[in-house]
């Protein structure tokens, strides 16, 4: 049985009432649970002993269940933690029809089940999940996607995070490296949240097909299969864009946005990126007037300063890199390696030299607009190269690969990447 999908459940039950309808039976048709129980955390051991005759969900009444009413209300009311997003959706759209669409959703006794309990569980997962909503949205009027495209966009925001509820809460918790079976959890919970929808007949096949792959890439770099562009959905682009756009926005400005989705385009959909960053220009959201009043403006010295110990960082790490490939790496790191080549490339594409960095940022000494988009690039590297390397080192801890030099370049990497945590 699913224990952490019982233990928010049972876990919400302490605090209102989660009430079986009918009899909650297991596979073998024993009675677990009779109609009318309140349930709470007593049940959870003996629903973990048992595989169940049908989804728990599908026999329960959860009291204050969220209404389509509530979740546009909610939806509306977390622009208040978004700046960026309230700032995008009102310079580019109308808050009123974007909300609208959320009168749509299709949500049933089950779905709305899901959702009451991911916000009172996981709230943090339930406020991304309405910013994906709205952000797919957002891009969907951009792109001028049909009127049933665009109720298909709003559903698909909201329930693509379904199968969090389903995997280990402490992988939320960013502080802490993941160990290699968590990331596999990670990787699963698309295919869950795609699961979840397939049996909801009321959805048309586009959502759960939507939310299977966002977090796929075109390059066929993404999870859970690595598809390519081809094999995409445009509803799946949309909402790998509106993910990525809403992780990227907590981090920084929009002008750190715009950077960022540049140099992913090779892993997002090309047109509809260029589509958004025109837009942003088009509504002088970079942040740059005020700051820049003409088109060459020198650095100041201080993020000149600063920039330049990034730079520094990033090639003694690719230095040091090369130095193993030329030794030769004799164990499977395709994870590591496709994400080291990755930045290589971006960075090469940026006009970039990963192996004398702070020459190539010293090139915009007088050139401020120039200057932010490398800082932004070179923060957004720190970040991944950091995020990486502590999978790795994580995941070579918990599968006992012994490989000396691999870890001296981990623990060298490591130790550098320490004065940039604020990045991390």
Known sequence: MDRYFLEHLTQLGEVQSVRAFEDIKSAQGIKLIARGT????????????HKLLKPIDNSLIIADQLSVTQLKYYALKSLDDSPNLRLLIHGLSDIS????????LLLSRFLANKMTIMQKCLPNQFTHSLWVALMNLLIGNICRMSLTDMHYLASIG????????????HIFDESKCLSFMQWKQVYAHP???????????????????????????????????????????????????????MGISRKGSCEYLI??????INKLDKEIVELLCHAFYQINLIGLAGRIHHTFSPV?????KQTLKMA????????????????????????LINTIDDLHHILDRAGISVLDTTTSVRQYEQDLPAFIEASMLLRETIYHLNRIIRITSRSMIDQSIS??????????????????????
């Open 38 to 49: 309140e349930i709470n955390r007593s049940h959870l051991e003996r629903l973990l002993q």
């Open 97 to 104: 029809m974007i909300m609208d669409y959320f009168s749509s």
């Open 158 to 169: 909201l329930f693509h995070d379904l199968g969090t509820l389903h995997i280990d809460p």
């Open 191 to 245: 295919i869950i949240g795609c699961l979840i929808l397939k049996e909801q007949q009321e959805l048309p096949p586009a959502i759960s097909r939507a939310v299977l792959e966002h977090h796929e890439r075109i390059d066929g770099s993404g999870y859970p299969r690595q598809l390519k562009a081809p094999h995409l959905s445009r509803l799946g682009r949309i909402t790998a864009i509106a993910e990525t756009i």
């Open 259 to 264: 950077t960022i989705l540049k140099s992913d």
């Open 300 to 304: 100041p010295m201080n993020e000149m």
């Open 312 to 335: 520094e960082t990033i090639s003694l790490i690719f230095v040091g890199w090369d130095s193993l490939l030329n030794e030769g790496l004799q164990q499977n790191f395709d994870q």
């Open 403 to 424: 490989y000396p030099g691999l870890t001296d370049w981990l623990q060298n990497s490591l130790q550098r990447l320490t004065l940039f945590n604020e990045y991390s």
